[in-house]
T-cell receptor
Framework: NAGVTQTPKFQVLKTGQSMTLQCAQDMNHNSMYWYRQDPGMGLRLIYYSASEGTTDKGEVPNGYNVSRLNKREFSLRLESAAPSQTSVYFC??????????????FGSGTQLSVL | DQQVKQNSPSLSVQEGRISILNCDYTNSMFDYFLWYKKYPAEGPTFLISISSIKDKNEDGRFTVFLNKSAKHLSLHIVPSQPGDSAVYFCAAPMEYGNKLVFGAGTILRVKS
């Protein structure tokens, strides 16, 4: 059972280059998320998709775009990478556990360095 | 401005003793809290949660306590084991949706 799969695991970019981080889940979850983790900052939400065809900005969306290709896949694109985007990126999907609660399942992360 | 704060970056505990990880929040509208655990090179995994209608929730060696008047929650691990060494994140759903806002995390090291 794969859960949430992210590719690539590691990536080094030069400033100004573009790339797409891929994410797929096999748990038939409606909601998917992209977070970034930085030292001393915890995990911060970049973008969120409540269902296929919908996306919404999180806390730190600037410099990123997303595509919810279908129910399984949610990609994150950096159009012109900047050193400030050096981070560990996590994709997640979730299942409701109550009226206002969701249980998130995370992928193993992508370590991105922008030089 | 961080709405969920974990003010201790790290904690070191001897095996078999109690680990207490703390979390403070500023938004009084938060009514549900979660703890996630993260090992190196892996994604966070759900550990335990608590609703604001309770002041305690227990799951095996893990207990979360909620003090709403102080806007404070804590995670107790008893007894601590070396396999508990990880980063622990406190989180709460944002009031305008179910998206989680996370604290900065606390690195727990359990020494054998």
């Amino acid at each position: 059972n794969a859960g949430v799969t992210q590719t690539p695991k590691f990536q080094v970019l030069k400033t100004g280059q573009s790339m797409t981080l891929q994410c797929a889940q096999d748990m038939n979850h409606n909601s998917m998320y992209w977070y970034r983790q930085d030292p001393g900052m915890g995990l911060r939400l970049i973008y969120y998709s409540a269902s296929e065809g919908t996306t919404d900005k999180g806390e730190v969306p600037n410099g990123y775009n997303v595509s919810r290709l279908n129910k399984r896949e949610f990609s994150l694109r950096l159009e012109s990478a900047a050193p400030s985007q050096t981070s560990v990126y996590f994709c997640a999907s979730s299942v409701p556990t109550g009226v206002r609660s969701e249980k998130l399942f995370f992928g193993s992360g992508t370590q991105l360095s922008v030089l | 401005d961080q709405q969920v704060k974990q003010n201790s970056p790290s904690l070191s505990v001897q095996e078999g003793r109690i680990s207490i990880l703390n979390c403070d929040y500023t938004n009084s509208m938060f009514d549900y809290f979660l703890w996630y655990k993260k090992y190196p090179a892996e994604g966070p995994t759900f550990l335990i949660s608590i609703s604001s209608i309770k002041d305690k929730n227990e799951d095996g060696r893990f207990t979360v306590f909620l003090n709403k008047s102080a806007k404070h929650l804590s995670l107790h691990i008893v007894p601590s084991q070396p396999g508990d060494s990880a980063v622990y994140f406190c989180a709460a759903p944002m009031e305008y949706g179910n998206k989680l806002v996370f604290g900065a995390g606390t690195i727990l090291r359990v020494k054998s």
